[in-house]
């Protein structure tokens, strides 16, 4: 998988976990391990373990001492990597790709279209 193709799954994720409740969000984490590729590891069953709960999926990974805490300690840092909403306010969920936008330019050309309309 592409990183790009990565980036936008990452972040439609995030998004979609918005909308779940606890036990969703458990669901949606088991799904999207199984089909991106990913870990979902509990702690095994002795009582001698000292393993945390670990989640590692979209090139991000967390741990917690119970399955809630890793999918919250998970969620915190993948928004920390993709931020939901932008300086200037909006939310982008497919970024230009490859080649970032030129403002300039697009000022320009709506400039010399409202001209061209105005004769």
Known sequence: MSFHAQFDRLHAFLLNLECLDMAGQRDAFMNEVMESGGSYVPPAGDDWSSHLFE?????????????????????????????????????????????????????????????????
């Open 55 to 119: 989640i590692s999926l979209h090139g991000v990974v967390a741990y917690g001492s119970s399955e809630d805490e890793a999918i919250r300690n998970w969620k915190k840092v993948a928004r920390a990597q993709v931020p939901l909403v932008e300086d200037d306010g909006f939310i982008t969920v497919h970024p230009p790709f490859p080649n970032p936008r030129n403002h300039a330019e697009e000022i320009a050309n709506a400039q010399a279209a409202v001209g061209a309309g105005a004769s």
